[in-house]
């Protein structure tokens, strides 16, 4: 069985094509990039051969979804005879708010759910449903699913995703804490139990999810009961370019001082924060560290901050969970920035925290043990693969 698996974005489409029929086999994948905009890109890498890339305009949705589909099909670089040979598509989608726990299967009843939920997620609900919809249309035969970065996080307890504003707003708008990333922290959470021989109903668990965008979970036997993310995916850690938790005077105090309205406003909190906003350097970890070792003090500050945070979470999740029996780090820093994975873990032993620093500092992009023998709380690097969530979910789905 051969999935297509999809995140499409308001101006990018990233796409995998998987086939599932055994072990999980990548056969191409690539995006689409600029949708809109004068100049668009598209990139086609098939599996063992030399990657394609074509700049041109891409003016919709259904024009780069086209592309992707005769890419696939190409006489000379394609991985398939046909379209036939697609047996499902998986979508990912942001928001599934309240009406989603797990993946389903696309129907009209789902589609009218995402919509509606573009209320709460306008950035990222209207682009996924365009997905779903343009599929419909090219390979109007085939069974699609959706699967919601929200859904893991369906089992928070009241207590832990009500805020503390007038309990109306949750009644009437949904304003409540919904988490992201699940799917990479329910899978990371698996995979590492499946290594150490653990049964996940049994383990206390905390997954760092460190990317660009980045939040930590609270698994307490294989539910997640409490995530950094919060209505939106602002919250929680500082990120590259987002905020994270935030003093909401301060908030209020900014945009008077400065005259911002609402879009400038969210601009500010989400693409210009973060460890970009306190180096002014950059979002991308690689250079903050190198800018960091040439002696640029806000960019070591930005790492400073970002660690502590990471390390706030820790503890407040161990609080929640009563102890940890695991602590992960995935992501594209979790998975491969050594400083900071030891900057986190040290001086944590008061929670039986002890990684073999050697080992860390030789370890990038691989499912390792960090933390020595000795150590109560285990503590690993595991790498996630959000589309492989999807398409296992897809195959199960649309059988
Ligand atoms: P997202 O999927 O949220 O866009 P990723 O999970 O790809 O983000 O993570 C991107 C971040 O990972 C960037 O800050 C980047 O600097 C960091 N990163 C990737 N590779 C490395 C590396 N080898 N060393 C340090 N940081 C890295």
């Known amino acids: 069985m051969n999935?297509?698996?999809?995140?499409?974005?308001?101006?990018?489409?990233?796409?995998?094509?998987?086939?599932?029929?055994?072990?999980?086999?990548?056969?191409?994948?690539?995006?689409?990039?600029?949708?809109?905009?004068?100049?668009?890109?598209?990139?086609?890498?098939?599996?063992?051969?030399?990657?394609?890339?074509?700049?041109?305009?891409?003016?919709?949705?259904?024009?780069?979804?086209?592309?992707?589909?005769?890419?696939?099909?190409?006489?000379?670089?394609?991985?398939?005879k046909s379209l036939e040979e697609i047996n499902a598509v998986g979508h990912r989608v942001a928001h599934g708010g309240e009406y989603f726990s797990e993946s389903v299967r696309v129907d009209e009843e789902t589609k009218a759910k995402i919509k509606a939920l573009a209320e709460i997620a306008p950035l990222h609900n209207p682009a996924n449903l365009k997905g779903i919809e343009t599929m419909e249309q090219l390979l109007p035969s085939v069974p699609q699913v959706a699967v919601f970065d929200t859904s893991f996080h369906q089992t928070l307890p009241k207590k832990a995703f009500i805020y503390g504003i007038p309990y109306e707003f949750y009644e009437k708008y949904g304003v409540r804490r919904y988490g992201f990333h699940g799917t990479s922290h329910k899978f990371v959470a698996e995979k590492a139990c499946r290594l150490l021989g653990w049964n996940v109903a049994e383990k206390k668990i905390i997954t760092c999810h460190l990317g660009n965008g980045a939040s930590i979970t609270a698994i307490d036997?294989?539910?997640?009961?409490?995530?950094?993310?919060?209505?939106?995916?602002?919250?929680?850690?500082?990120?590259?370019?987002r905020a994270g938790d935030l003093d909401l005077g301060a908030l209020l105090y900014i945009c008077e001082k400065e005259g911002l309205d609402l879009n400038q406003a969210?601009?500010?909190?989400?693409?210009?924060?973060?460890?970009?906003?306190?180096?002014?350097?950059?979002?991308?970890?690689?250079?903050?560290?190198?800018?960091?070792?040439?002696?640029?003090?806000?960019?070591?500050?930005?790492?400073?901050?970002?660690?502590?945070?990471?390390?706030?979470?820790?503890?407040?999740?161990?609080?929640?969970?009563?102890?940890?029996?695991?602590?992960?780090?995935?992501?594209?820093?979790?998975?491969?920035?050594?400083?900071?994975?030891?900057?986190?873990?040290?001086?944590?032993?008061?929670?039986?925290?002890?990684?073999?620093?050697?080992?860390?500092?030789?370890?990038?992009?691989?499912?390792?043990?960090?933390?020595?023998?000795?150590?109560?709380?285990?503590?690993?690097?595991?790498?996630?693969?959000?589309?492989?969530?999807?398409?296992?979910?897809t195959m199960r789905l649309s059988r």
């Open 221 to 241: 036997r294989g539910q997640s009961v409490d995530t950094s993310m919060g209505f939106t995916p602002v919250a929680g850690l500082v990120m590259g370019t």
């Open 3 to 80: 999935v297509l698996v999809l995140n499409c974005g308001s101006s990018s489409i990233k796409y995998q094509l998987l086939n599932m029929d055994a072990e999980p086999i990548l056969l191409a994948k690539g995006i689409v990039e600029k949708i809109g905009l004068t100049y668009g890109s598209f990139t086609y890498k098939p599996e063992g051969k030399e990657k394609v890339v074509l700049e041109q305009p891409i003016a919709d949705h259904s024009v780069g979804m086209d592309l992707i589909l005769k890419a696939l099909v190409d006489p000379k670089n394609g991985v398939l």
């Open 266 to 393: 969210n601009t500010l909190v989400n693409k210009k924060s973060g460890v970009q906003g306190i180096s002014g350097v950059s979002s991308d970890f690689r250079e903050l560290t190198t800018a960091s070792e040439a002696g640029n003090e806000r960019a070591q500050l930005a790492l400073d901050v970002f660690v502590y945070n990471v390390k706030k979470y820790i503890g407040a999740y161990a609080a929640v969970l009563n102890g940890v029996d695991l602590v992960i780090f995935t992501g594209g820093i979790g998975e491969n920035d050594q400083p900071v994975r030891q900057a986190v873990c040290r001086d944590m032993d008061y929670l039986g925290i002890r990684i073999d620093e050697e080992l860390n500092m030789a370890t990038k992009s691989k499912d390792v043990i960090l933390s020595t023998d000795d150590a109560a709380t285990k503590v690993m690097v595991i790498t996630t693969d959000e589309e492989l969530v999807i398409a296992m979910d």
